[in-house]
């Protein structure tokens, strides 16, 4: 076995309890008296039900946040919790409410407890984003760490199916990357192996018109493996691109990343047998092509799989592959132009990687 490092992450985990039978015990433990409450607009009623159950501990609710963390969402969200004197931030939401609570904590310093409700993992992770002028800023720092996090399933049982789908491929992403990180260990890699078994199974088990408690646990219990892997190994290709390519063209998240996935791995697989294999046996797939199998998961779950489906035009590949090429970063296998647009065409088309 090869020297590694391993870091062991700070965050106290309750996983599978009502959520709001345990916040204000939860919130108590970080020395909280006065608790403002970030949701986005969608989610005010899901607020609401915290700030009850925290009672007199609940300072007030800030239900702006939105997707790409704006800065003008953070200074009004400090100007809430200077007024309302919060002394801790609880998270109720998505990577948007997490990623916007994230910010505010690197500024004020105030103690996150996050409750998520998609799968995007951010909540296991101390790496944050700002987006001004357009451009989003992301940055890494032990403030942003979420100390405590509850991961209530039951709240999960609404998020809609076509969204639970390209979230789950998103924590995929994290774990996939992870276990060919440079800095990857094996302690990580086991845990983002079965994060990717787990959100597979559950994601399998679940479809438009059902939602059951057990397939939501084994999602949850997935994208916080995933998470997990993001949080303790450096990113690479893929999320490097889904940066780029989302960000420069404004394209949605977790769709982003759920199609650019399985051209990601393709490109990487002969600089990392070892993860291609593992990625395969966690998807019940053993010996099999990691990104064929990727593919079919996606496609078999009903995910858009071309940038075309979200709204990338033909003639911003070739931008997109010399933005993808313009800063070096570490990947298993050197980045080079020919091979990037080659298979930003593909993502761009949804055509199965080869
Ligand atoms: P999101 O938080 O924007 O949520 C998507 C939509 O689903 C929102 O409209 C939200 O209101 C709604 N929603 C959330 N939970 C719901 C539920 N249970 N039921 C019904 N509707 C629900 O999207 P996301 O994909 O969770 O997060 C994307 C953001 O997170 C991006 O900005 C991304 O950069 C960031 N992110 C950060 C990290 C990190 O480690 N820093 C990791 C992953 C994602």
Partial sequence: MHTFLYTAQQARVVFGSDAWTVLKAEAGLLGARK?????????????????????????GIFDQAVMHVPVAAVRDAQDAARTMQADCIVAIGGGSTIGLAKALAVENGLPILAVPSTYSGSEMTSIYGITENGIKKTGKGPRA?????????????KLPFAVSVVSGMNAIAHAAEGLYAKDGNPVL????????????SGLR???????????RSQCLYGAWLCGMALAGAGMA??????????????????????????????????????AMQRIARALGQDGVCAAGA?????????APMGLQDIGMRDSDVDRAADIAIATPYWNPRPIERDGIRTLLQAAFEGQRPA
């Avoid at 890699?189 to 597979?200: D, P, T, V, Y």
């Fill in 35 to 59: 608790v403002l409450v970030l949701c986005t607009a969608r989610q005010r009623t899901l607020a609401q039900r915290a700030v009850d159950a925290l009672g007199e501990c609940a300072a």
């Fill in 145 to 157: 760490l979420p100390r405590t996090v509850i991961y209530d399933p039951s709240l999960t049982l």
């Fill in 189 to 200: 890699a086991l845990m983002a192996e079965e994060g990717i078994r787990a959100m597979a």
């Fill in 205 to 215: 088990q679940l479809s438009p018109n059902t939602s059951s408690l057990a397939a």
């Fill in 237 to 274: 290709l893929h999320h490097k691109l889904c940066h780029t390519v989302a960000g420069s063209f404004d394209l949605p998240h977790a769709q982003t990343h759920s199609i650019v996935l399985p051209h990601a791995i393709a490109y990487n697989a002969p600089a990392a047998p070892e």
């Fill in 294 to 302: 990727l593919y079919d998961l996606a496609q078999s779950l009903g």
